[in-house]
């Protein structure tokens, strides 16, 4: 993590007082691919377009949805602006959401070893922004080009539902969408919220908005969707037949 | 001359009906002689207690730095510790010193978030066992074992546990050089602690 002759921050206060390299991160994040959650109050859902620009990508091998501890999962949006360079800024964005998986499951294991208890998921959102903030604040480093969507059940059994910044700020959210036509999608979730959401009407919105802003058919295949609920507390990717249930049921 | 012995101490924890009882002799002494009558060796962690026997200092620090840690946790999760986060707690942080650890042999006694009653015994390197009835520790442990093995019953009520641990503790201090000097009993119920001090033998 940064080279011993760089002990300086590249994130630097522009004169206006703005750390553009955080500003850009976000316009990464916001040219990535969508990725929504939605807060019922019986469980959380996650779901990402994986949507690929070559029919040739094996897509089994390609996993933004993960899960970190037992009950809590996270998604990431953030690719580079250019699909069709496809290769490196997959692997770029790919691989900074990978770190960020692996620091996180990392954590939540030690926090195991620890307190032989897992680590309840606004506890993991604060340890992972917390890491995204050294980012910008150490040497040699550039901040994540990706803002992550974490789903889990808290320690007192509650649904949650946050997103975490390149700048290392979280917010926790009833519903929200982050990346490409994210206002379009916020504003479809918007009006279709309700506070006494139950988890399979949430799954068949999240869904629904999706497919809003959806470029050509969207499959089984070209998506992925995680699952929480508070009755067993344990985070699931769906499995492709899954989808196809709630997307037999949309249509 | 063993390290474990240089103090000395008595502690006994017992489980009761929705209850748990955690008696600790208060003697301080530098071998032979002894320096305090008033030194307690339980420490209350909202619903738990933390019994430390064994050398002075280390008790000392064991305390200061599991309240450090539990203050920590409250802040950040914003909820208590229950006692089986506690034990497993302090079996890390004296496994962490294995090769120079601290010489104190904890026992964890509280109710958990269900109010059920939790025990747990430890070494100084962090061994952790999980009963359901008592555990003791300290410079008495062969007597205090007898005496609870031959007075300790399943589900006694508040004051029945009370009267078994005082007189459990009592007894097993009387027969032992380097403990006793005064005795402290708490009993954890849902509804709070019950704290009192026992008349005992200053000798």
Not at chain 2, 87 to 106: Q, T
Not at chain 2, 143 to 156: A, Q, S, V, W
Request: hydrophobic residues 40%.
């Amino acid at each position: 993590m940064g080279d011993s002759a760089y002990s300086f921050s590249l994130t630097t206060f522009s004169r206006t007082g703005k750390l553009l390299q955080i500003e850009y991160a976000l316009n990464a994040v916001a040219n990535g691919r969508t990725s929504l959650g939605i807060c019922a109050k019986d469980g959380v859902v996650i779901a990402t377009d994986k949507k690929l620009s070559s029919t040739l990508v094996d897509t089994d091998q390609v996993s933004k949805v993960q899960g970190i501890t037992e009950g809590s999962g996270f998604v990431y949006s953030g690719l580079g602006p250019d699909y069709r360079v496809l290769g490196e800024s997959l692997l770029v964005g790919f691989g900074l959401g990978v770190e960020l998986v692996r620091k996180a499951r990392k954590s939540s294991q030690s926090y195991y070893l620890q307190y032989r208890e897992n680590k309840p998921v606004s506890q993991l959102v604060k340890s992972t922004a917390s890491v995204m903030q050294e980012y910008t604040q150490s040497g040699g480093v550039r901040p994540f080009g990706v803002s992550l969507l974490v789903a889990g059940v808290d320690a007192d059994n509650t649904p949650r539902l946050y997103q975490v910044d390149p700048s290392g700020a979280y917010f926790g959210w009833k519903a929200t969408a982050i990346g490409k036509n994210y206002v379009n999608a916020k504003n479809f979730l918007e009006k279709r919220y309700q506070d006494d959401m139950e988890l399979e009407d949430a799954i068949h919105t999240a869904l629904l908005t999706l497919r809003e802003g959806f470029e050509g058919e969207m499959t089984n295949e070209n998506i992925e969707v995680g699952v929480v609920s508070n009755v067993d507390g344990k985070f699931r990717v769906l499995t492709p037949e899954q989808i196809q249930d709630y997307l037999d049921e949309a249509n | 001359m063993s390290i474990l012995e240089y103090n000395g101490a008595a502690i006994i924890a017992m489980t009761g009906k929705n209850c748990v009882g955690i008696a600790c002799d208060t003697r301080l002494g530098a071998q032979a002689q002894t320096v305090s009558c008033d030194f307690r060796k339980v420490f209350q962690f909202n619903k738990s207690f933390v019994g430390l026997a064994g050398l002075a200092t280390d008790v000392q620090t064991m305390n200061n730095l599991l309240t450090f840690r539990k203050n920590l946790y409250e802040l950040r999760e914003e909820r208590e510790m229950t006692p089986r986060v506690l034990s497993n707690l302090l079996s890390n942080l004296l496994y962490e010193k294995r090769f120079g650890p601290y010489f104190i042999e904890p026992v964890v006694a509280g109710l958990d978030e269900n109010n059920e009653p939790f025990l747990s015994g430890m070494d100084l390197i962090g061994a952790p066992v999980y009963t359901d009835d008592f555990v003791v520790s300290g410079t008495a442990t062969g007597n205090m074992y007898g005496m609870c093995e031959t007075l300790y019953k399943k589900d006694m009520e508040v004051e029945e546990l009370f009267e078994t641990l005082s007189q459990a503790l009592l007894a097993s201090v009387d027969r032992d050089a380097l403990s006793g000097w005064g005795a402290t009993v708490h009993i954890v119920t849902k509804d709070g602690v019950i704290s009192r001090e026992l008349k005992a033998r200053m000798d």
